[in-house]
């Protein structure tokens, strides 16, 4: 079964920083990669799909990126709402989350 | 507008099995998978299966092969999800959620607001 790391586990972050989630698959997995938020208490949202495409609704300030193995997703400009855990996905395995918090 | 409703919380006795709905509106229910994803306290996501809910076909995370069952009533429009021979490491809030066609992956667009199940003596 593909295993999905995600690194770091958590960080600390300031409001407008660029932050930076990496997803590293076992094994070359294409561009299918979706990447959820979640906060606590709630269900997840999903952000990104198919690697690098932005589900509706979800502000620009989300981007992901990569394919095979190695993926992104990245926040260019942090705001106060974006401190939450995010998860990347590839079929029926979820990557460990990544918990970002206000510095 | 598209939402799933999910049954309430349920507690459980260990060796008991949990029946959890979800109920689908704003959409054509037939139309799109369903997935059921569980989140034990303080942990991460967990990905249980699928089930089509128009041919009723499913596939279970290996995990739960033998222990989960999901079907569906097009009827209502309503997804379930049931559990046997609950332990108390199976304590965790169950989501259902819709699968997003046309994509290359599975991405899940639509969430029920999750089901707390407590598996307690």
């Known amino acids: 079964a593909i295993q999905l790391t995600q690194s770091p586990s958590s960080l600390s972050a300031s409001v407008g920083d660029r932050v930076t989630i990496t997803c590293r698959a076992s094994?070359?997995?294409?561009?299918?990669l979706a990447w959820y938020q979640q906060k606590p208490g709630k269900a997840p949202k999903l952000l990104i799909y198919?690697?690098?495409s932005l589900e509706s609704g979800v502000p620009s300030r989300f981007s992901g990126s990569g394919s095979g193995t190695d993926f992104t997703l990245t926040i260019s400009s942090l705001q106060p709402e974006d401190f939450a855990t995010y998860y990347c996905?590839?079929?029926?395995?979820f990557g460990q989350g990544t918990k970002v918090e206000i510095k | 507008q598209v939402q799933l409703v999910q049954s309430g919380a349920e507690v459980k006795k260990p060796g008991a099995s949990v029946k959890v709905s979800c109920k689908a509106s704003?959409?054509?229910?037939?139309?799109?998978?369903m997935h059921w994803v569980r989140q034990a306290p303080g942990q991460g996501l967990e990905w249980m299966g699928w089930?089509?809910?128009?041919?009723?076909?499913?596939n279970y995370a290996q995990k739960f092969q033998g222990r989960v069952t999901m079907t569906r009533d097009t009827s209502i429009s309503t997804a379930y999800m049931e559990l046997s021979r609950l332990r108390s490491d199976d304590t965790a809030v169950y989501y259902c959620?819709?699968?997003?066609?046309?994509?290359?992956?599975?991405?899940?667009?639509?969430w029920g607001q999750g089901t707390l199940v407590t598996v307690s003596s």
């Open positions: 959620a819709r699968e997003r066609p046309g994509t290359v992956t599975t991405a899940l667009e639509v």
């Open positions: 089930i089509n809910p128009n041919s009723g076909g499913t």
């Open positions: 996905q590839q079929l029926a395995t």
């Open positions: 704003g959409y054509t229910f037939t139309g799109y998978y």
């Open positions: 094994q070359g997995i294409s561009s299918a």
């Open positions: 198919d690697a690098s």
